[in-house]
């Protein structure tokens, strides 16, 4: 069975600092992109960053760029997303996905684009 779990959400200070997990299982990790995603209430879901498994590298949205990392283990199959400097804006369910690059290109912002979702973890960052 394929899992995506995250976890690590919570309330916190503006200012402050989270870090979330995405635990996979069921299925090939290595060879997947793993995407954050995030969808505040009332707004379309937007891609916050992905971990890409065919260039090696994370690459962020400008919107967290200097605040927000991803780092993947592929021996413990998780990604995490550190959150720091965290804004009330950044208040959202963050989700994890993963891609597989069937067409080359493996990281993506169009959510339909994603295989496997997990069921997300609330981040709630008061001011």
């Known amino acids: 069975e394929v899992q995506l779990v995250e976890s690590g959400g919570g309330l916190v200070q503006a200012g402050g600092s989270l870090r979330l997990s995405c635990v996979a299982s069921?299925?090939?990790?290595?060879?997947?992109?793993i995407t954050w995603f995030r969808q505040a209430p009332g707004k379309e879901r937007e891609g916050v960053g992905c971990y890409s498994s065919r260039d090696g590298f994370a690459h962020l949205a400008d919107f967290v760029k200097g605040r927000f990392t991803i780092s993947r283990d592929n021996v413990k199959d998780v990604v995490y997303l550190q959150m720091n400097s965290l804004k009330p804006e950044d208040t959202a369910v963050y989700y994890c996905?993963?891609?597989?690059?069937?067409?080359?290109?493996?990281?993506?912002?169009?959510?339909?684009?994603?295989?496997?979702w997990g069921q997300g973890t609330s981040v709630t960052v008061s001011s």
């Open positions: 996905a993963a891609r597989y690059p069937w067409y080359g290109s493996d990281c993506s912002d169009e959510a339909h684009e994603y295989d496997y």
């Open positions: 069921g299925f090939t990790f290595d060879d997947y992109a």
